[in-house]
């Protein structure tokens, strides 16, 4: 089952904080998450495992919450490169083969 | 760094038609996959594989099929093209389930 991503759509300006959140309705094992740029491939930015741990690298951090289910990833200080479509994928097991992705949430940092 | 090359960008061909969509990747990873991007849709799983000769259907195999008969090449085959399968596809691979996936630019197919 696809995890639900909150908000659909952000729009923010140069130097605002923003909040993406991936929630599933299974037991988690594992989250990813991706950023792809218009007519681009998606990048891959982190992955979290199973613990409730965060990482996070430049501005661009997430935690994990195994209890609730659920993923965030927190842009701080946003720039316009930061502009895209954040994709969470999902792995209930830690042996699926497979991730199951969100729908996407599009972010647009304006100047 | 791993590199993900998909045969073309952009395809165009007609309804009834067999089409082939090649993926390369030149990392030695056991797992390849196809996804289908539409908007508000997100990325869904077609068909992926996880070894030479080995598939497993993904959420939405209905209308594809693949082949992979080497380990850096995967391709996502569409037996009868129909209009509905006008979409951007991209294929992806991955060392493991706790590894980065790595993706291709995609190809913006239409079907006409």
């Known amino acids: 089952q696809q995890p639900v991503q909150s908000p659909q759509a952000v729009i923010l300006r140069e130097g605002e904080d923003a909040v993406i959140n991936c929630s599933s309705s299974k037991a988690l094992y594992s989250v990813h998450w991706y950023r792809q740029k218009h007519g681009e491939a998606p990048v891959f930015l982190m992955i979290l495992l199973k613990g409730g741990e965060q990482k996070g690298h430049d501005k661009i951090s997430a935690s994990f919450n195994e209890k609730k289910q659920q993923s965030s990833l927190y842009l701080t200080a946003s720039q316009l490169s930061y502009s895209g479509t954040y994709f969470c994928?999902?792995?209930?097991?830690?042996?699926?083969?497979?991730?199951?992705f969100g729908s996407g949430t599009q972010l647009t940092v304006l100047p | 760094d791993v590199k993900v090359t998909q045969s073309s960008r952009y395809l165009v061909k007609r309804t009834g038609e067999k089409v082939f969509l090649e993926c390369v990747q030149d990392m030695d990873h056991e797992n390849m996959f196809w996804y289908r991007q539409d908007p508000g849709l997100g990325l869904r799983l077609i068909y992926f594989s996880y070894d030479v000769k080995m598939k497993e259907k993904g959420d939405i195999p209905e209308g594809y099929s693949v082949s992979r008969e080497k380990k850096e090449r995967f391709s996502l085959i569409l037996e009868s093209a129909s209009t509905n399968q006008t979409s951007m596809y991209l294929c992806?691979?991955?060392?493991?389930?706790?590894?980065?996936?790595?993706f291709g630019d995609g190809t913006r197919l239409s079907i006409l």
């Open positions: 994928g999902t792995d209930p097991s830690g042996s699926a083969r497979q991730l199951t």
């Open positions: 992806a691979s991955r060392l493991d389930i706790n590894q980065p996936q790595h």
